[in-house]
């Protein structure tokens, strides 16, 4: 092969190789006499929250699988239209799970048969009026409704508290940074580096519930949606000197 031929197949690589290096951010550069220092911080808020999930399934058995399935739809089909009158949008309800599955008669020194179906369908359904979970739960219930979990309560828009978790946060380092420094004789240069490790939201705790415990009473059934804490994690290098 000439040179002239492998000049020409390594130029591309070259450039690509330059164009990353151009891309690379440069490390920052220290004094002679600096320190470096890591801190890692937390900061967070709490808001009310504006919106829930709850999950909601139906299971129906048959000795038949088309009869299990075709009672399953009638069921989940009022469930959704009700869900809809309720003022639950369609985007806002999420099939997240359909199953058909044999349901087995076992007995010693016998082979396992089959006697009947079992259908499962479950939707996901997140709820933006919060003071009508309960009524929603127990009309759910009523149309057959037999497997419930949540609510789960979030933020539909956690910007603005994320972002104030983060003032938290960075409040926080900038403490911690002065300290090690007042403490060491030093003082605090500039931020060299700093990343936000994760994020997180703890909400209530969820509630599971069965149609029995949603029956049990004739009372509503009641929900309480609390607070929500949102919260930052950084990992902050400041540079310290005299």
Known sequence: MSSTVLA?????????????????????????????????????????????????????????????????AQRMSAVIAALKQAGVVERDIQTSNISLEPQYRNGPNQKPTITGYQVSNTVNVRLRDLAKIGDVLDVLVKLGVNQINGPTFSLDKPDAAMDEARADAVKHAQARADLYAAATGLKVRRIVRISESGENAHPPRPMMMSRAMLASSSEPTPVASGENTIGVDLDVVYELGR
């Open 8 to 72: 020409c197949r390594l130029a591309p690589l070259t450039l690509l190789m330059a164009s990353l290096a151009v891309a690379q951010p440069a490390p920052p550069t220290l004094s002679a006499d600096a320190t470096l220092l890591e801190v890692n911080a937390h900061g967070e808020t709490t808001r009310a929250p504006d919106l829930a999930q709850v999950s909601a399934g139906v299971v129906t058995e048959n000795v038949d699988a088309n009869g299990a399935m075709r009672a399953n």
